[in-house]
């Protein structure tokens, strides 16, 4: 699999992603949320796991591809309807993920490898889908918890944070005790672990 053949379908998630019409100040620019977003998974991932293989380097890229075209409001706002929303979503992104690839002109097992990724199938199980979740808990953690918190109470905070740390390997938890954190993230953390 050659560099050129990734950087193109980088390109064309980018692409898609740009279209995102909610925006993040990032540095004092406002960018399209989603294509931030997966910026920061590559980055993330390549820091993480270095060696990462060409499928799992594609399906952490599109991890919320065109995330905007499917919103939570379009289902009942309960913990049923977040469940529902959520299973929809990774078929979504992974129909999203395979039309690019499609496109591009990879065979039929590295696509049903990205979309079996992408779907978060045997979490636990595959260290590639383990290592999806490490990163996109990562990412959450290192440029979205700080944001998080100061809009949800202690006790949600808690429990998400001990939903996600489940989700993790025990690398995935290394990595997360090893970024950088207010006093208060920190302390919640702690309080999530104790």
Known sequence: MDNLLLAKTFEAIDKANSKDPNFELVNGVQLPKELIYGKRMT?????????????????????HICRWESPRSDYEMNRKGYLLWRSELKKFHAKKTSEIMIQLGYNESIIEQV????QKKQLKRNDETQCLEDVVCLVFLQYYFEVFYQKHTDEKVIDIIQKTWKKMSVKGHKAALGLNYSEKGLSLIQQALS
């Open 43 to 63: 980055a993330i991932l390549d820091e993480f796991e270095p060696n990462a293989g060409v499928a799992l380097k594609i399906a952490a890229r599109a991890q």
């Open 115 to 118: 979309s079996f990724l992408l």
